[in-house]
Structures are given as structure tokens and as C-alpha cells.
């Protein structure tokens, strides 16, 4: 990290955001090469850094009332991903800026996908944490699993749920434990088993 010129450290935050800002002013055009141009207003977007999120690399908020838009970038995925993939996440990222921007809305529609496609930015972005839990069918003839990072409710009550595939009995793994269960009461007991391991 280097030092800013009023003495104080700069924060991976601020380089996850400066390198970002130089990114979206290539990707709008305003970088000399072409290479994208994609007609986003940088003066209508705002940038912001997770510390906490796990599940997605990067997300863009839009705020009707003031028409600005937010993106806000993982610091985990930063430190997982080598530049160039994130800065494909900062691409898709504009991508939603500009349809808010343009129509008010964005999704993952037809016309995100083409404007992605021109701009080399992923339609979804490679998981960068382990998850907290996987999910198995119970069934020896199914390979059914899935992942989570929360103790959602198929989480906490598996019992009330079925196999995404066969439609069958599931259970459920503590990953950093390895420790299972398969109801509602189970998974309290290992929640209280495991304590500050939790």
C-alpha cells in the first residue's frame, strides 16, 4: 500500500475503488483505445467496497429519487480474482449502471446479455468462498448437492425440504466441521455442539 499525499494510508477499499473508477472510465470511452464504449454517465455512479459479502463479486443499486447509481464490489472476491476477471465483474457491474441509467431497470434480460457479450463481462461471476453448508440427498442413486453460505431455512430445517433433484430426503453439512444433520433439532444440537466454532 502506498501512502496518499495528506500522510495517510490508503486502504485496499481505495485501491479496490480507484482501479475500478480508471476501468469504468476505459470501458465508457473515455480510456482513448475504443476498446468498449459503453455510454454510462460516471458522474451519475457512486462506488462502494463489502467487506462482509461472499456470494456475489460485485452488485449495482439504483437510487430513483436521486438517479444515481451505486456499485459495490467484494473485497474478497479483489483478493481472490486476478485483475482481469475482476475487472470483468466491473464491467457486468456498468453494464446493470447503464440499463438503471438508460430504462430505470436491469436484469440479466436479453439486452444485458448482448451488452455484456460486447464488453467481455460474465453473465455470473465465479464463486470466490467456500461455502458454509452443502446440501446432500440422502438417496445413494441421486449425486444431488448444494451449496450455501447461510444458514437459510432448507439450512435449519431440512426435513421440510427435498432433493433439488430426485425429490428425496436431503442432509446437511457443517463444512468447516464436517459435523451433518437432517431435521430441524439436529442442526440445534450441532449449532450448540460446535459453540464459538459455529
Request: proline share 3%.
Amino acid at each position: 500500500m502506498s501512502d496518499a499525499s495528506d500522510g495517510e494510508s490508503l486502504t485496499i477499499d481505495d485501491e479496490i475503488v480507484a482501479r475500478a473508477r480508471i476501468h469504468a472510465r476505459e470501458v465508457a470511452g473515455e480510456g482513448g483505445d475504443g476498446e468498449y464504449e459503453l455510454p454510462v454517465d460516471l458522474e451519475a455512479l457512486e462506488w462502494d467496497v463489502s467487506a462482509r459479502a461472499r456470494r456475489r463479486a460485485g452488485a449495482c443499486r439504483w437510487d430513483r429519487t436521486r438517479e444515481v447509481a451505486t456499485i459495490v464490489l467484494a473485497r474478497r472476491a479483489y483478493e481472490q480474482y486476478e485483475w482481469p476477471e475482476f475487472a470483468a465483474v466491473v464491467r457486468h457491474e456498468l453494464v446493470h449502471a447503464w440499463e438503471f441509467q438508460q430504462f430505470g431497470e436491469s436484469g440479466h434480460g436479453r439486452r444485458f446479455r448482448e451488452r455484456a457479450a460486447d464488453l467481455e463481462a460474465p453473465r455470473h461471476c465465479r464463486a470466490f468462498a467456500e461455502p458454509r453448508y452443502v446440501l446432500r440427498c440422502r438417496d445413494e442413486d441421486c449425486d444431488w448437492r448444494a451449496t450455501r453460505h447461510r444458514a437459510s431455512q432448507p439450512v435449519k430445517a431440512p426435513e421440510q425440504y427435498r432433493c433439488g433433484s430426485c425429490g428425496g430426503a436431503y442432509a446437511v453439512e457443517h463444512v468447516e466441521s464436517g459435523r451433518t444433520w437432517a431435521t430441524a433439532s439436529e442442526y440445534g444440537g450441532v449449532k450448540a455442539a460446535l459453540g464459538d466454532d459455529w
